[in-house]
């Protein structure tokens, strides 16, 4: 149906004007020709593929009945969230969450979706055009297939946005937004939720195989976190994720020394510094990430006393208004 209507606009459209049929079609190839090309990240990391060998795989099979009865209850119940949650047959705890977990970020883009598009204050038109273009880009979170790197860097994320979405409720509040202030409230309480869940399980995979896990610990943190938007573009701004994170940064949403303190929170957490019995490697990598947070901190001090006043750069999302970093 969707064709028939399209096919029929671009008759009327043809027959209402003046010019022939060849003529037109042309002056509409010349316009293709002209648009932007679809957005190519400026970098992208090479991805590896990890196998895992048998006993790896071992390890997540026999963690399943555990999986059960620590990570489920971090879900929040179906008849609580208005959200089918079953989307395949494959009844494993780790299939259950995926799905679950999946359900319930889905439903902060939406809620968050229908504030801006209510509210009025936005371009929504550009916005529209930022989550196609991220869509169309993909990610690159440099976990590749290992669920090793995966936890890991959930564990980290969900705390960044658990941070992220509270420091937004506290600003949205301060300026009498109370409405957003409750709904980046409720999402901050559900990515804390989420939080709890991946650092327990991170937590199991160290008990396990401690060995294995704090190489993928130090190998995370050696590529470091990146959110999964920054290969955002807007048809404009090539470097919209770090103009974005700049403003972040100074209106304190999400800071440099959060990263720092997530990193150091998760160290201790998963009493990382505690680790007996590794292999050399192993100890190199405990190393490395227990030093990391200070190192982290002095590097972050550095850059602070070297800043440099920067001009106001526009946000296609509000109309181009223009904003400091």
């Known amino acids: 149906m969707s064709n028939i209507v399209t096919c029929t606009f671009f008759i009327v459209f043809?027959?209402?004007?003046?010019?022939?049929?060849?003529?037109q079609i042309?002056?509409?190839?010349?316009e293709v020709e002209n648009l932007k090309k679809p957005y190519t990240p400026r970098e992208v990391h090479v991805q590896?593929?990890?196998?895992?060998p048998p006993q790896k795989i071992e390890i997540f099979k026999s963690m399943d009945d555990w999986a059960e009865q620590n990570i489920l209850v971090h879900l929040k119940p179906v008849e609580r969230c208005w959200q089918?949650?079953?989307a395949s047959s494959c009844s494993t705890s780790w299939a259950v969450w995926t799905r679950a977990w999946t359900a319930e970020e889905n439903r902060h883009g939406d809620l968050l979706n229908k504030y801006l598009y209510l509210c009025g204050r936005v371009d929504m038109r550009q916005i529209e055009k930022t989550i196609q273009y991220l869509i169309g880009s993909g990610m690159d979170l440099r976990t590749e297939n290992s669920p090793y790197l995966g936890f890991i860097y959930t564990s980290f994320q969900e705390r960044a946005t658990f941070i992220s979405h509270e420091n937004t409720a506290r600003l949205a509040k301060e300026l009498g937004d109370l409405k957003l202030a409750q709904i980046c409230g409720t999402i901050a309480s559900d990515e804390k939720r989420h939080e709890t869940a991946y650092t327990k399980i991170v937590e199991k995979l160290f008990e396990i195989d401690p060995d294995g896990t704090v190489?993928?610990?130090?190998?995370?943190?050696?590529k470091k976190i990146s959110m999964p938007a920054h290969l955002m573009f807007n048809g404009q701004d090539d470097h919209l994720f770090e103009h974005f994170s700049a403003v972040a940064q100074r209106l304190g949403v999400y800071t440099a020394r959060d990263y720092a303190d997530i990193l150091e929170f998760l160290v201790g957490r998963w009493k990382v510094s505690d680790l007996t019995g590794l292999s050399g490697e192993g100890r190199k990598a405990q190393e490395y990430v227990c030093g990391l947070p200070p190192?982290?901190?002095?590097?972050?001090?550095r850059a602070q006393g070297r800043a440099k006043e920067v001009p106001a750069i526009p946000f296609s999302w509000i109309f181009d208004r223009q904003v400091k970093l």
């Open 48 to 52: 590896v593929t990890h196998s895992m």
């Open 26 to 30: 042309s002056l509409l190839l010349r």
């Open 84 to 86: 089918p949650q079953e």
């Open 14 to 23: 043809l027959s209402s004007a003046n010019l022939s049929i060849s003529h």
């Open 295 to 301: 190192r982290i901190r002095r590097l972050e001090e």
């Open 215 to 222: 190489l993928a610990f130090a190998d995370m943190m050696r």
